[in-house]
């Protein structure tokens, strides 16, 4: 028997340095605000080489020494797809930081995160990026609303 589902598989990248973290002010008017940089697996893409492109086309960056730190995921309202964010940070990187059109690129101290406007559902995926008891952020559709919870 096989078991399947269409699934969309994306990427996000905590890059830090003794206690910065590299963020984007994301432009997208559906997902706008502070967060990491991030962005889609292409086909026949590794899940590494996909989140080393993302960062470098939206940061100016080549990262390495990667760790796979958790996931995002959630199941679409309607049950047509399930959305995997691969959760990976790294405190290597060379190249010179420079914005996309995905938005600005800039370094923030961490304990100051809560003075900008975060992207909706940032301070739970970070929680994840930030303890090693959490490895998910889960999502679920239930009751006319979304429900949230760090596993």
């Not at 893409?45 to 760790?67: A, H, Y």
């Not at 990187?93 to 100051?112: A, C, M, P």
Request: hydrophobic share 35%.
């Amino acid at each position: 028997m096989v078991r399947g589902e269409l699934t969309i598989i994306t990427n996000m990248c905590m890059v830090h340095d003794e206690g910065m973290i590299l963020v984007q002010d994301r432009l997208d008017p559906n997902w706008p605000g502070i967060t990491f940089p991030c962005g889609h697996v292409e086909t026949k893409e590794s899940f590494v080489d996909s989140i080393i492109r993302e960062v470098f086309e939206e940061t100016g960056l080549t990262i390495s020494n990667l760790k796979l730190c958790g996931i995002k995921q959630w199941t679409q309202k309607e049950g047509k797809y399930r959305y995997v964010v691969l959760f990976y940070k790294t405190n290597s990187f060379i190249g010179e930081l420079k914005s996309s059109v995905e938005g600005k690129v800039f370094w923030i101290n961490r304990k100051d995160i809560d003075n900008y406007v975060l992207a909706k559902g940032f301070k739970s995926m970070l929680e994840v990026f930030e303890n090693d008891n959490l490895s998910e952020n889960y999502y679920w559709y239930e009751s006319n609303e979304w429900h949230c919870q760090n596993k």
